[in-house]
């Protein structure tokens, strides 16, 4: 498969703690992109991170890129019980057109 | 700006019947997709389209039907529902394809789907 990878697929913190998620991926990408699910909604775009690009922030979140390792993380930091949903990486391969490709996510839960 | 609309939001169905589900965006975007959700799997594409008029296979396109006639609708069709189709459907549309370009998909809020 060429779609993301991620890991862990679930992580319980307590609130206050920082949240890591880890993405990898198979083949060259030009950007990738982090989404987030509440329970029972659609996927929100939270931050694109472009090939030439190794650190990006928006606000409490954090992603790296490294392309040599194939590799992405995002971190939230200093998490609220309003964090708790789904994370999903994604990208778009080249032999792949021009689809967007998700992982199966990381199930974050942050504890009040 | 109501971003990307899909009706209905649940839908019970017996297995061999059919049913199609509407996509609405009010963005202009160009490209649509069809994504169903299974625990454990992620999303998986099904169908996408690069604009009016086209259609294309995702990863998981059997059993389904897609139609895009008009530049702001994506239908899914189901032409004779299977157990395995149980599942929550996303429709997504982007300006661009995503590759090339450095653009962000926009989802709707889903469809939950259950064929008894």
């Known amino acids: 498969s060429q779609q993301g990878e991620e890991d862990p697929q679930a992580l319980s913190i307590q609130e206050g703690e920082n949240a890591t998620m880890n993405c990898s991926y198979k083949?060259?990408?030009?950007?990738l992109q982090w989404y987030r699910q509440n329970s029972g909604r659609g996927l929100v775009h939270l931050i694109l991170i472009r090939s030439n690009e190794r650190e990006k922030h928006s606000g409490r979140l954090r992603v790296t890129l490294d392309t040599s390792k194939k590799s992405s993380s995002l971190l939230i930091t200093a998490s609220r019980a309003a964090d708790t949903a789904s994370y999903f990486c994604a990208t778009a391969f080249y032999n792949q057109g021009g689809k967007l490709i998700f992982g199966q996510g990381t199930e974050l839960s942050v504890k009040p | 700006n109501a971003g990307v609309t899909q009706t209905p939001k649940f839908r019970v169905l017996k297995t061999g019947q059919s049913m199609t589900l509407l996509c609405a965006q009010d963005m202009n975007h160009e490209y649509m997709y069809w994504y169903r959700q299974d625990p454990g799997m992620g999303l998986r594409l099904i169908h996408y389209?690069?604009?009016?008029?086209?259609?294309a296979k995702g990863e998981v396109p059997d059993g389904y039907n897609v139609s895009r006639l008009k530049k702001q609708n994506f239908l899914l069709g189901l032409e004779s529902a299977a157990p395995s189709q149980t599942s929550v459907y996303f429709c997504?549309?982007?300006?661009?394809?995503?590759?090339?370009?450095?653009?962000?998909?926009?989802f709707g809020q889903g469809t939950r789907l259950t064929v008894v």
């Open positions: 389209s690069v604009g009016e008029g086209t259609t």
């Open positions: 997504a549309s982007s300006s661009t394809g995503f590759f090339y370009m450095n653009t962000e998909a926009f």
């Open positions: 083949t060259s990408i030009n950007n």
